[in-house]
């Protein structure tokens, strides 16, 4: 647990030209925190720094990555933690050693979100995060709802999710036109890899197709003819069920099998 070098508290002020809004309930930030206790944690978006703040008191050592320079200049100033470094940076492009971490804790940006548990998936990391609630139903969603996405397979392969708690709108500021969800994420010890993860996200933009036309459209696109892809389909037993039907694990069935034919046809002589 870090100690402050100095006293105070955060008084950090709201910066939206990012489109954030900014969590001001400290009682969420403490219950976000107690995940934090005695590991060694990755924020992305130091923000005004109130869950940096309460992170640095539990954690053994917080890395928060904030991209806005005034926001990053503040919370360097006010948070003077011994176990704590704020960077100024795109936290996508920072090339962070994801394995040195042992949990990823942040209130990202909504617009965000997508790109989030994306790179969660690919790093395989425990996450707690707290985003929006309709969000957070599209990746819990089932096959043949209407919230039933790629990103809804691509969270069910990678992840064990858990409601935490419920977060409401006025917790923030600007006050968002919606409540948010606290979202806990462990990992699944198989997860496919990430070439079958693209592949289902291909097919899933063809949901409202049959899944074997869903097939022909994705293997047309990789090999470029329609002669490989009507025989890349014809090897594939898929069925006549709309793609927004089919259950994460049978997509990654199709989506492996699809990819190893079409590597055997790309690389024919």
């Known amino acids: 647990m870090g100690r402050p070098a100095q006293k105070g508290h955060v008084q950090l002020g709201h910066h939206a030209r990012l489109g954030q809004v900014f969590l001001v309930d400290r009682n969420i930030a403490r219950k976000e925190a107690m995940f934090a206790k005695g590991k060694r944690v990755i924020e992305f978006g130091t ?64 617009y965000l979100s997508k790109k989030v548990i994306s790179w969660l998936s690919k790093n395989r990391m425990p996450a707690l995060i707290c985003i929006q609630k309709e969000f957070a139903e599209k990746l819990g969603a089932k096959p043949g709802g209407t919230k039933y996405t790629a990103i809804s397979v691509i969270s069910a392969l990678s ?55 869903a097939v022909y459209y994705v293997a047309k696109q990789y090999t470029g003819t ?28 199709i989506a492996s099998e699809l990819c190893k034919l079409c590597s055997i046809h790309l690389h024919k002589e």
């Open 47 to 110: 923000g005004t720094g109130i869950l940096t703040e309460e992170l640095s008191k539990e954690a053994s050592f917080v890395l928060s990555v904030e991209i806005d320079k005034k926001l990053f200049e503040r919370a360097s100033h006010v948070l003077n933690y011994s176990n704590l470094k704020i960077i100024n940076a795109d936290f996508f492009d920072a090339n962070i050693p994801a394995k040195d971490f042992d949990i990823f804790i942040s209130n990202p940006p909504y």
């Open 159 to 213: 992840f064990s999710m858990q409601k935490i708690a419920s977060v409401k709108r006025h917790m923030f500021r600007p006050v968002p036109k919606v409540d948010s969800v606290l979202l806990s994420l462990e990992p699944m010890e198989c997860v496919p890899a990430q070439e079958i993860l693209s592949v289902i996200a291909l097919l899933m933009e063809h949901s409202k197709n049959t899944i074997r036309k």
């Open 226 to 253: 329609a002669r490989e892809a009507k025989e890349i389909q014809s090897e594939i037993n898929a069925p006549e069920a709309r793609v927004s039907s089919i259950p994460p694990e049978q997509l990654a069935e």
